[in-house]
């Protein structure tokens, strides 16, 4: 049974509030002081996972671009399991650590917070745009499909790749 797209929309808007608000009220809760050192490993996790993340996203679209539509489907199916590992990850270790200080000095300083700040909107902003290409693709609306992942690739790969380049610029102050 094929489903409209209206009805993913209530699923969409939910995830879309829901996700920012809930990481951004990870911030806001006490943490338990050296809970977190076992879970050091974490951040290099979910750097990892954006990698890779970002190379299924440029090998999925390598495949729509030469039609190979089922291989393009199962990479983005792939792209959508790192994303829930990689929030899983990012909610598990902000839940338990204190966010970590950049410590660097001079134009660095500015590029980091570029790259955090950018990172941080476009996070919250791809969440919708990615929930709404999956439905379009699953209610078969490639027209539409195709229009918004024009979008939504773009900011996905960049926040994926940010997000490597955050965590490189901080990791020496972990």
Same mark, same amino acid.
């Given at each position: 049974?094929?489903?409209? =797209? &209206?009805?993913?929309? /209530?699923?969409?808007?939910?995830? &879309?509030?829901? *996700?920012?608000?809930?990481?951004?009220?990870?911030?806001?809760? /006490?943490?338990?002081?050296?809970?977190?050192?076992?879970?050091?490993?974490?951040?290099?996790? *979910?750097? $990892?996972? %954006? =990698?890779?993340?970002? @190379?299924?996203?440029?090998?999925?679209?390598?495949?729509?671009?030469?039609?190979?539509?089922?291989?393009?489907? %199962?990479?983005?199916?792939?792209?959508?399991?790192? &994303? +829930?590992?990689?929030? $899983?990850?990012?909610?598990?270790?902000?839940?338990?650590?204190?966010?970590?200080?950049?410590?660097?000095?001079?134009?660095?300083? %500015? @590029?980091?917070?570029?790259?955090?700040?950018?990172?941080?909107?476009? &996070?919250?902003?791809?969440? /919708?745009?990615?929930?709404? =290409?999956? =439905?379009?693709?699953?209610?078969?609306?490639?027209?539409?499909?195709?229009? $918004?992942?024009?979008?939504?690739?773009?900011?996905?790969?960049? +926040?994926?790749?940010?997000? +490597? $380049? +955050?965590?490189?610029?901080?990791?020496?102050?972990?």
């Amino acid at each position: 049974m094929k489903l409209k =797209s &209206s009805s993913y929309t /209530p699923l969409i808007v939910l995830f &879309s509030i829901l *996700i920012p608000v809930f990481i951004a009220f990870l911030y806001l809760l /006490p943490k338990a002081s050296g809970a977190a050192d076992q879970y050091l490993f974490l951040p290099k996790s *979910i750097a $990892i996972i %954006n =990698s890779i993340t970002a @190379v299924v996203l440029i090998l999925s679209y390598v495949a729509v671009r030469r039609k190979n539509y089922i291989l393009h489907r %199962n990479l983005m199916y792939t792209a959508l399991g790192l &994303s +829930v590992a990689f929030l $899983i990850c990012y909610v598990t270790y902000h839940s338990l650590a204190e966010s970590t200080r950049y410590g660097g000095e001079g134009p660095m300083k %500015n @590029v980091y917070y570029f790259f955090l700040i950018s990172h941080i909107f476009l &996070s919250a902003g791809v969440v /919708p745009l990615v929930l709404i =290409s999956l =439905s379009r693709a699953l209610t078969e609306k490639y027209d539409k499909h195709r229009k $918004i992942a024009r979008i939504t690739l773009p900011i996905w790969l960049y +926040v994926t790749i940010s997000g +490597v $380049i +955050v965590y490189f610029m901080i990791s020496p102050y972990y």
